[in-house]
């Protein structure tokens, strides 16, 4: 069955440590987004890429980085430079991106805790 | 600035109700809107999206409406059951050059048996 997976599910981070979310995608997808999501906020757009070898800053890129190097996969590097990285981690995928009117798929996100 | 709000935050009904939930945003100017759900701990799942040209979309139980004029959408769901539980978000994509989904804070469904 295509979808995106999003690994590891729960993942854990130490003062001054970078992490990597995976996230990657069977859907034949052009587009896909990272987002954050904490407890009262509605979901924030850290990063997003059209196509490969291209991203684009979303509203709270700082401290994060991205990469597009194969269509299918676009992990999110939480850099020491985050200093509140605790909160849920959500990645998207769409065709063709917001101007196709195709809704957004979801993985099953990855929840990231500071040690 | 765009905004999206949607009420009521939480909402209890017994199973079998059909039930209403409403998200308003402030800048008419939209693309699309959509509707997804959300179980607890889960990624989202997308239920119906709404362009601009049109009124609504409707997915078995559920219905979706829009009125650009006045800034709201419902999400209609009838003969609620228990596996509905779950929160249920809206988001608008601005028309104009920067597009990008605004999100509300979502309401969360509890259909008690």
């Known amino acids: 069955d295509g979808g995106i997976t999003q690994s590891p599910k729960y993942l854990f981070r130490k003062e001054g440590q970078n992490v990597t979310l995976s996230c990657e995608q069977n859907l034949n997808h052009d587009a896909m987004y990272w987002y954050r999501q904490d407890p009262g906020q509605g979901l924030r757009l850290i990063y997003y890429s059209q196509i490969v070898n291209d991203f684009q800053k979303g509203d709270i890129a700082e401290g994060y980085s991205v990469s597009r190097e194969k269509k299918e996969s676009f992990p999110l590097t939480v850099t020491s430079a985050q200093k509140n990285p605790t909160a849920f981690y959500l990645c998207?995928?769409?065709?063709?991106?917001?101007?196709?009117?195709?809704?957004?798929?979801f993985g099953d996100g990855t929840r990231l805790s500071i040690l | 600035k765009q905004e999206v709000t949607q009420i009521p935050a939480a909402l209890s009904v017994p199973e079998g109700e059909n039930l209403v939930l409403n998200c308003s945003f402030t800048d008419s100017a939209i693309y699309n809107l959509q509707w997804f759900r959300q179980d607890p701990g889960k990624g989202l799942t997308s239920l119906l999206l709404i362009q601009s040209s049109q009124r609504e979309q409707t997915s078995g139980r559920l219905n979706a409406s829009l009125d650009k004029s006045s800034g709201r959408s419902t999400l209609y769901i009838a003969a609620s059951q228990p596996g509905d539980s779950a929160t249920y978000l809206c988001?608008?994509?601005?028309?104009?050059?920067?597009?990008?989904?605004?999100w509300g804070l979502g309401t969360s469904l509890a259909v008690n048996p």
């Open positions: 998207a995928s769409s065709i063709g991106g917001l101007l196709y009117n195709q809704p957004q798929h």
């Open positions: 988001a608008v994509v601005n028309a104009g050059n920067n597009r990008k989904l605004i």
